[in-house]
Nanobody
Framework: QVQLEESGGRSVQAGGSLRLSCTIS????????LAWFRQRTAQEREGVAG???????PYADSVVDRFTISQDDDRQTLYLEMKNVKPEDSGRYYC????????????????????WGQGTQVTVSS
């Protein structure tokens, strides 16, 4: 069983920066692809970025050159560095894990991920 817990969400002004963290436990073979999704109000969860054991890091087009996903060496902590944030980056950010490798298509739907955290709220004010 994989467990994930996010932290780091807060209110920030547009143009600012923040870093989200996700602590992860469970067998490595069950969590090869780690990812960040976000949900803005009633919308579906949107894939933001992913990272797998091979170093593949797909990103959503809307966050390229602003967000960076990374992990520590033992893959038990996942990070999302967010820079130059915009009001449209507001939402609840979720950490997700799945046994398979990451790819851009995998970020297109939350249904491809088996394990989820409870989320952390990010609010960007203009």
């Amino acid at each position: 069983q994989v467990q994930l817990e996010e932290s780091g969400g807060r209110s920030v002004q547009a143009g600012g920066s923040l870093r989200l963290s996700c602590t992860i436990s469970g067998p490595p073979y069950s969590r090869d692809c780690l990812a960040w999704f976000r949900q803005r109000t009633a919308q579906e969860r949107e894939g933001v970025a992913g990272i797998d054991s091979k170093g593949t890091t797909p990103y959503a087009d809307s966050v390229v050159d602003r967000f960076t996903i990374s992990q520590d060496d033992d893959r038990q902590t996942l990070y999302l560095e967010m820079k130059n944030v915009k009001p449209e980056d507001s939402g609840r950010y979720y950490c997700a894990a799945d046994p398979g490798f990451c790819s851009p298509w995998k970020l297109r739907s939350s249904s491809y991920f088996r394990y989820w955290g409870q989320g952390t709220q990010v609010t960007v004010s203009s």
